[in-house]
């Protein structure tokens, strides 16, 4: 749907770049991922022109997109601009305040949320994914658009009808999307739509690419799709080591990794400080510290992928001791 590196995919999350490497020049080095001369583990500008921005952790897609936006206009281009952020990342400070300033700047760019935490039951998906495809079609906005203008015309009505029919489109929103919250931030919103139906999110890509506007497109996606291992345990498989790729069991190493001393060590100091308490930012398994979890979950903070408000946090539970 979009013509790289002509139009900019900025990609929130570094490891979400790896379909992005294989289908942009680099599926022949792909074994050579995360070693000394070979290809990154994150998006890398010096490593090919299809990065058009380095990323390592989350939430930055949103600033950096609408940087690129602001940059196109300037320069008189009309490329895309794409930000691909995943829900987690959504909940980090820096996502919302690009979300709010992009409302403001009002620029031409499209926002994917990857959801893969919620889901869209079986028997409302249809609807939903029919609600998708009514409110991108040229259709439904040019008739949008025309009763708008309309009830702005019609005598001793004017400006008053138009704050009403955008009330009561308000109110339907809310009962049938959960994107107001966007829209009120000035994106138009659009889906949820099944992330691994190709042909549906192919078709709304392609509408989706005449706006002028700033818009975001809620895909709906299950965590490690396609592998049975990774499907049922998507949090051990969120970073891995060497692994059987038939059974999805790890390699048993002969020593402990540093993440599990770690664990180890944070209980103890806990057992001998009562004060001591654990945060983390959506990392509990990867920092080691689902053990510390289970043995204090009183003294136990995961606050999302949101690494600023983690450290503020920490720093108020440090100041009131």
Known sequence: MFDSPRDKIILDVGHQSYPHK????????????RSLGGIT?????????????GTSHGSTSISAALGFAVAR????????????????ALTGGLALRGLNNVGELRKRMIVILNDNEWSISPNVGAIARYLTKLTTSRM??????DVYDLLGKLPRLGSKAQILAHRIKEGLSNLVVPGVLFEELGLKYFGPIDGHDLDVL???LSDLRRFEEPVLLHVVTKKGKGYGPAEKDAGSFHGVGIFDPET????KGSKKSYTHVFGETAIEIAEKMPKVVAVTAAMTDNTGLKPFSKRFPDRFFDVGMAEEHGVTFSAGLAASA
Do not use: M, Q
């Not at 439904?140 to 658009?145: N, S, T, W």
């Not at 999805?248 to 390699?251: F, L, M, Q, R, S």
């Open 22 to 33: 294989l289908l942009t020049g680099r599926y022949e080095r792909f074994d050579t991922l």
């Open 41 to 53: 583990g994150y998006p890398t500008r010096a490593e090919s022109e299809h990065d058009p921005f």
């Open 73 to 88: 206009d300037l320069a008189g281009e009309k490329n895309h601009v794409v930000a691909v952020i995943g829900d987690g």
């Open 140 to 145: 439904y906005r040019a008739f949008e658009r």
């Open 202 to 204: 192919e078709e709304t």
């Open 248 to 251: 999805g069991e790890a390699a």
